[in-house]
């Protein structure tokens, strides 16, 4: 486990997946690993940098989270409709020793993500 405490405004995961709250939603229920869930989000590198942004394309995207990075099949599962974080992901929770496109190999990150819809 982290470090790190957990407060009414973080949650840190024993992955070391971080959900620090921006905004809290109303709804109750949370999503599960083979839950559809629609988002907007925007990917920095920690100095700022964005390499994608779905608010950028205003465009939110639908995905199945059992088919996204582990950091963010853990972190939206501990959201809930409305809610909106900051994710940081650690390296080895999102594209590892692989990296992706634009994403060096061992790169730790961030997303800021809002939770629209879960089905």
Not at 27 to 40: R, Y
Not at 82 to 99: E, I
Request: hydrophobic fraction near 35%; proline fraction near 8%.
């Amino acid at each position: 486990m982290s470090d790190t405490p957990n407060t009414p405004d973080e949650l840190v995961l024993p992955s070391g997946v971080k959900l620090t709250y921006k905004q809290r939603g109303t709804g109750t229920q949370k999503p599960t690993p083979t839950s559809m869930v629609e988002v907007h989000y925007e990917g920095t590198f920690l100095d700022g940098r964005v390499f994608d942004s779905s608010i950028r394309r205003n465009e939110k995207i639908s995905f199945r989270l059992n088919q996204v990075i582990p950091a963010w099949t853990q972190g939206l599962c501990e959201m809930v409709v409305g809610d909106r974080v900051t994710l940081f992901c650690p390296a080895a929770t999102a594209y590892g020793t692989r990296g992706a496109g634009p994403i060096p190999p061992n790169t730790d990150l961030l997303f800021d993500v809002e939770l629209f819809d879960i089905r």
